[in-house]
T-cell receptor, first 118, second 115 residues
Framework: AQKITQTQPGMFVQEKEAVTLDCTYD???????LFWYKQPSSGEMIFLIY??????QNATEGRYSLNFQKARKSANLVISASQLGDSAMYFC???????????????FGKGTKLSVIP | SAVISQKPSRDICQRGTSLTIQCQVD?????MFWYRQQPGQSLTLIAT?????????ESGFVIDKFPISRPNLTFSTLTVSNMSPEDSSIYLC????????????FGPGTRLTVL
């Protein structure tokens, strides 16, 4: 089973509107972290926001917020007031503590391509 | 945040040759990660490199094909050996923030095309 599922291959949003990018995850580890990254056409991976499994409040970073619903195992990214520069691929990722291995690796979803329309 | 640089930024290589990608971080970090992103795909972890020990490879990746060096806490190399067109990908170096566990950063990537 996939650990990270992003069901929206592509999304369109009007400039200045808000958009929600979906992400669901699967883990039995009680301690985990969820990340969102933006990848423009240049290929770099830009860290946007992080949510820890024990965090009581939803994470926010400027125009980015994370709608964390632990019971549903979802961590949707909300981008408010979309800008043309937000057009990019967006990846959701999860980091689990691997029992006994002591390493922390990120597992990525397949991504959502967001296009902002002027 | 950690600043990560990679060299080369892109390369076009012939089948059967090898390419070494360098990753430099501006601060000391314990673990460095190497990812591959095939065209139109998501990121897949190749290996985790700790300073002073052998790299740990993920399923489907072997040391003979992707040898890794980690000579110190700020530098690592990944070699793509005996390349084939299927190795055409973006290769990304990644590190956890040296200051906090809730950030992980990526280098700008190396875009490799194998002819």
């Amino acid at each position: 089973a996939q650990k990270i599922t992003q069901t929206q291959p592509g999304m369109f949003v009007q400039e200045k509107e808000a958009v929600t990018l979906d992400c669901t995850y699967d883990t039995s580890d009680p301690s985990y972290g969820l990340f969102w990254y933006k990848q423009p056409s240049s290929g770099e991976m830009i860290f946007l926001i992080y949510q820890g499994s024990y965090d009581q409040q939803n994470a926010t970073e400027g125009r980015y917020s994370l709608n964390f619903q632990k019971a549903r195992k979802s961590a949707n990214l909300v981008i408010s007031a979309s800008q043309l520069g937000d057009s990019a691929m967006y990846f959701c990722a999860m980091r689990e503590v691997l029992s006994g291995a002591g390493s922390y690796q990120l597992t990525f979803g397949k991504g959502t391509k967001l296009s902002v329309i002027p | 945040s950690a600043v990560i640089s990679q060299k080369p930024s892109r390369d076009i290589c012939q089948r059967g040759t090898s390419l070494t990608i360098q990753c430099q971080v501006d601060s000391q970090v314990t673990m460095m990660f190497w990812y591959r992103q095939q065209p139109g795909q998501s990121l897949t972890l190749i290996a985790t490199a700790n300073q002073g020990s052998e790299a740990t490879y993920e399923s489907g990746f072997v040391i003979d094909k992707f040898p890794i060096s980690r000579p110190n806490l700020t530098f690592s190399t990944l070699t793509v050996s005996n390349m084939s067109p299927e190795d055409s990908s973006i290769y990304l170096c990644s590190v956890e923030s040296p200051h906090t566990y809730n950030e992980q950063f990526f280098g700008p990537g190396t875009r490799l095309t194998v002819l």
